[in-house]
């Protein structure tokens, strides 16, 4: 079934904002996988839900064959591991934080009582000279919730244990060209992935295997999520989306990174976690539709959901599809939306490509 040349308007843009907007740290993703499952339900026929959050919906549940599209749902954040008497509060990291663009950002701490607002503090730069200089560290950043002692942090509702998110609200550059935001890495992955389920209910699209589209959680620890689906869903095929590094902007060093740039379309991986038939399955459906794309080379691991997923059961013949994005891991992580509407349509147009039954062996 053949696609609009665009796919997205101003209802799905609106999810978009609420959904990136969210906060969902690692762990503690439940606030943006209900605004996901209440998007995506009238495009599915059923859902579950894991014993640690992770979320899917599934389209023709009682078919033997099954293929998953899959995101990951999470963010990093931190968590309260020391308030000193003063009331200024210390943190290790949720996943890969980085320390060194913490000063002067603002944030929320998520307490039973709700958010309590807080900025990482850092000294005055009249006040880093000589001796005195100072370079953020994962010891040194502190976050100031305006308290004067730590039973007044504790009275807020603040404990060890607290997670802490970046508050940086999602923003559009260059007549909405560009989208911006936190948290991109990777809850776009998991709105395209739904679009790609309102997409086939709009066309009337029938697949004649069942559809799983996963929302995972805890990747920034370690892919923990997807291992845990991976068993419990025990999927023939699996493609997977994530995002990977614009090497354009400066200060990255191409020969060391490759050469993969916004606008230029998904990146495909080819590594021993991509299945090679999968992968030209998807190269195939990305010609034959004129639709753009770069290729990554990876020597081990992917370093995404993907590694979760083939390696788990049996094997489970997996490829990757990576939104170009720059900025990783900071709070103005920005991609591209002709990017995002390529990969939508290339998962689209790959699905319908993929057989009841579809033996993707080397030697049959």
Known sequence: MPLKKKILGKKEFTFLEKYLNANSPTSFETPGQKLWLNYLKPYIDTYEVDNYGTVYGVINPKAKYKVVIEAHADEISWYVSYIDKNGF??????????????????????????????????????????????????????????????????????????????????????????????????????????QVARLLKENKVKLPFGLYIVNAVMEEVGLRGAQMVAHKIKPDVAIITDVAHDTSTPLIEEKEQGDFKCGAGPILTIGPAVQNNLFKLLVNAATKNKLDYQVEAVSRATGTDTDAFAFSNAGVVSALISLPLRYMHTTVETVQVDDIETIIKLFYHTLQQIKNGHDFRYLK
Do not use: C
């Open 89 to 194: 509060i210390y943190v290790v990291r949720n996943g890969g934080s980085d320390h060194q663009i913490a000063p002067s950002m603002r944030v929320k701490l998520h307490t039973e009582k709700g958010f309590v607002d807080g900025v990482f503090g850092w000294p005055a730069i009249h006040l880093r000279k000589g001796k005195a200089a100072v370079n953020p560290t994962t010891t040194n950043i502190f976050i100031d919730v305006g308290a004067e002692s730590k039973d007044e942090v504790i009275e807020m509702g603040i404990n060890i244990g607290t997670v802490v998110t970046f508050d940086a609200d999602m923003m559009y550059l260059n007549k909405n060209k560009y989208v911006t935001g936190r948290a991109l890495d990777n809850r776009v992955g998991g709105f395209m992935i739904a």
